[in-house]
């Protein structure tokens, strides 16, 4: 009875939450098309979500860090940032590296993260990850509670 009667509790005080109340929760997402990525958080930049990272974002997923400020990225125990060069389906469906793309991928992400994917070679066809502690150097853990789970 008191787990329904707090989800119930919850829920209420979730349909009065204002726009800069809510979450984003990243769960498992292995990235995708890069405009996609570009255009969903870029939507999202001025809404005022605050975004957890709880699982993987990999590839095209990592725009989030460069497109929503640090401040409202926060990060838990599960938060595994999957990064790699850029790249277009060439003859074959081969991978083809887009050097272009790779740079401007790369700038935009926030100096900590440049600074991290530079010391293990930059971005390359290999993947790098970045979580645990040296993820939390970086953004500030996410303290959960039942609201950010109705919300995902």
């Not at 640090?70 to 599960?78: A, F, K, P, Y």
């Amino acid at each position: 009875m008191k787990f329904l009667t707090a989800l119930l509790a919850t829920a209420f005080s979730l349909g009065y939450a204002g726009p800069s109340d809510a979450v984003v929760r990243i769960i498992n997402d292995r990235g995708g098309l890069i405009q996609r990525y570009f255009d969903r958080y870029e939507n999202l930049k001025n809404t005022g979500q605050t975004v957890i990272i709880d699982g993987l974002c990999a590839s095209a997923c990592t725009i989030v860090l460069a497109k929503i400020p640090s401040e409202r990225i926060c990060v838990t125990e599960r938060a595994n940032l999957a990064f790699h060069a850029a790249w277009d389906l060439g003859a074959g469906g081969r991978q083809i590296t887009n050097p272009e793309a790779t740079r401007i991928m790369y700038s935009m992400y926030p100096a900590p993260v440049r600074n991290w994917i530079a010391t293990r070679g930059g971005l390359s066809r290999h993947t790098i990850f970045l979580r645990g502690a040296r993820l939390k150097a970086i953004f500030p853990p996410c303290y959960l509670d039942a609201a950010v789970f109705l919300r995902s």
